[in-house]
């Protein structure tokens, strides 16, 4: 597609439950990334891919969180045994190659843990 | 280690008014600087980017931004702000060749009518 694709938009779960995020990268971008934004916090680096180097987890808050990125393409961020405070918009984003290049954003999904 | 302050939380101005929004990073090498946009319910867009030459940059939607080695600082301004423009703006620093970027905590910009 044309832009960075993430789904489900909207996730809404109870606690203890897993959760998986989607995110479909632009065409040819070999890098990808997953970020939390808290309310009214900026955004957290969680993980990184690229190409197929082993992925940088050094932002994943807990063994909770994992993620994979199947074929250098679609992206799956799992979150085990979710907590309220799991509560957040989580972005996607790719890019084109390594450093420096600017990361292109998907509109993110919005997960509450009840 | 690495970081960017946004000094604003909020910053209201007036439709028609100029606009600048400061940005301050913590970075021993040079910087790959950004300036991204975020609507509500929406992801970011890239405004503009700074990786060398001008230190003068120009983006979309009429902003510009200004890199200043002496200050450590990013500056995103916009000489006449319209209603469209309200959002919440991040400054970036893109740090290390792998692309990892580092965020500030974002500026809310209001627009009074």
């Known amino acids: 597609g044309a832009g960075v694709s993430q789904s489900p938009s909207n996730k809404v779960t109870e606690k203890g439950k897993d959760v998986e995020l989607r995110c479909d990268p632009i065409?040819?971008?070999?890098?990808l990334y997953w970020y939390r934004q808290s309310l009214g916090q900026g955004l957290e680096f969680l993980i990184y891919?690229?190409?197929?180097?082993?992925?940088?987890k050094s932002g994943l808050p807990s063994d909770r969180f994992s993620a994979e990125r199947t074929g250098g393409s679609v992206s799956t961020l799992t979150i085990q045994r979710t907590q309220q405070e799991d509560s957040a918009v989580y972005l996607c984003?790719?890019?084109?190659?390594?450093?420096?290049?600017?990361?292109?954003f998907g509109d993110g999904t919005r997960l509450s843990i009840l | 280690a690495q970081s960017v302050t946004q000094p604003d939380i909020h910053i209201t101005v007036s439709e028609g008014a100029s606009l600048e929004l400061r940005c301050n990073y913590s970075?021993?090498?040079?910087?790959?600087l950004f300036w991204y946009v975020q609507s509500p319910g929406q992801g970011l867009q890239l405004l503009l980017k700074y990786f060398s030459g001008d230190t003068l940059v120009q983006g979309i939607k009429g902003f510009e931004a200004e890199f200043k080695r002496s200050q450590s600082s990013f500056n995103l301004r916009k000489p006449s702000v319209h209603w469209s423009d309200a959002a919440e703006y991040f400054c970036a620093v893109g740090v290390g060749r792998d692309d990892k970027i580092i965020f500030g905590k974002g500026t809310r910009l209001h627009i009074l009518p």
């Open positions: 970075y021993g090498a040079t910087p790959y």
């Open positions: 891919f690229q190409g197929n180097s082993a992925p940088d």
């Open positions: 065409s040819g971008h070999t890098a």
């Open positions: 984003a790719s890019s084109l190659e390594i450093g420096p290049s600017a990361q292109h």
